[in-house]
């Protein structure tokens, strides 16, 4: 399977844990970037890398979350603290630059459930 | 801030039906535009990518056509099938400073019933 792929699919914590998740794009696809998706609602942006370098990050990205792509291949994103309001389905994507397109590819996300 | 909406929030048509989803957007200053589809509980599948200088893209039974002047985007399904009842979503990507992220719509959760 080439496609992107996340690990853990579901994730189960207690409110206060930290949970990190882990998201491989799909093989040379220089942009990645994370999306939070909760019931009901289009997923919203929450950040994205060029290679290694975070270009970009959202006002929901408060200072629990973090995100790192330290080789430009997979990337994690790491909730401190966690909170109810936290559970969502995260979802990664990926492309490529090239003139004209930037299609994204979503992988199958990581549904995060806070007790 | 570009805001995406999506007509209707929920559809159930018979098999075999022609359908259209509506999506419109706030800020016609957009780079492309995607549609999605989401099955429940699982990621997104890409269905179609418009550039701002298309008007439509083909890919089966979907057309997607785009007016950017007017901020409206369809997608139409041809003889729709069981198979195709899933969440379909819209998402566009605005020029600017926020030019790489996609401002989704909340989605047109499809139902085909045979």
């Not at chain 1, 330290?70 to 003139?99: V, W």
């Not at chain 2, 969440?87 to 085909?112: I, K, M, N, P």
């Amino acid at each position: 399977d080439t496609g992107v792929s996340q690990d853990p699919r579901h994730k189960i914590t207690k409110r206060g844990q930290n949970v990190t998740f882990r998201c491989d794009p799909i093989s040379e696809h220089n942009r990645l970037y994370w999306y939070r998706q909760t019931l009901g609602q289009g997923p919203e942006f929450l950040t994205y890398f060029q290679n290694e370098a975070q270009l970009e990050k959202s006002r929901l990205l408060s200072d629990r979350f973090s995100a790192e792509r330290p080789k430009g291949s997979f990337s994690t994103l790491e909730i401190q603290r966690t909170e109810q309001g936290d559970s969502a389905m995260y979802l990664c994507a990926s492309s490529k630059t090239r003139y004209g397109a930037n299609e994204q590819f979503f992988g199958p996300g990581t549904r995060l459930t806070v007790l | 801030k570009q805001e995406v909406t999506q007509i209707p929030a929920a559809l159930s048509v018979p098999e075999g039906e022609n359908l259209v989803l509506n999506c419109s957007f706030t800020d016609s200053a957009i780079y492309n535009l995607q549609w999605f589809r989401q099955d429940p509980g699982k990621g997104l599948t890409s269905l179609l990518l418009i550039q701002s200088s298309q008007r439509e893209q083909t890919s089966g039974r979907l057309n997607a056509s785009l007016d950017k002047s007017s901020g409206r985007s369809t997608l139409y399904i041809a003889a729709s099938q069981p198979g195709d009842s899933a969440t379909y979503l819209c998402a566009v990507r605005s020029w600017g400073t926020s030019g790489s992220r996609l401002t989704f719509g909340e989605g047109t959760q499809l139902t085909v019933n045979p």
